[in-house]
């Protein structure tokens, strides 16, 4: 059993940056890639990017390269999502994934 906890979402205006954290808990996190994902209104739940086991390897959706970095920390058991030069489109629920589990997801919102 694993646990997922997000934080970090938040109301920003477009343009500004937001950090969310992924803290997990339940098993060895560094035997995991973990994976962001998101779901905005009235539409299915989309990738936004991944990171390997080590963290050497990282994979971003088109739509947030460039903008978007994730990175992890296997002493803290913890992924993040930096998120710069946010866009109105950006606006969705974040949730974080390990394998099958997913966290209860935090709010994004960008402003115009």
């Known amino acids: 059993q694993v646990q997922l906890v997000e934080s970090g979402g938040g109301l920003v205006q477009a343009g500004g940056s937001l950090r969310l954290s992924c803290a997990a808990s339940?098993?060895?996190?560094?035997?995991?890639?973990m994976g962001w994902f998101r779901q905005a209104p009235g539409k299915e739940r989309d990738f936004v990017t991944a990171i390997s086991m080590s963290g050497s390897n990282t994979y971003y959706a088109d739509s947030v390269k460039g903008r978007f970095t994730i990175s992890r920390d296997n002493a803290r058991n913890t992924v993040y999502l930096q998120m710069n030069s946010l866009k109105p489109e950006d606006t969705a629920v974040y949730y974080c994934r390990i394998g099958a589990y997913w966290g209860q997801g935090t709010q994004v919102t960008v402003s115009s």
């Open positions: 339940g098993r060895p996190f560094s035997w995991y890639a």
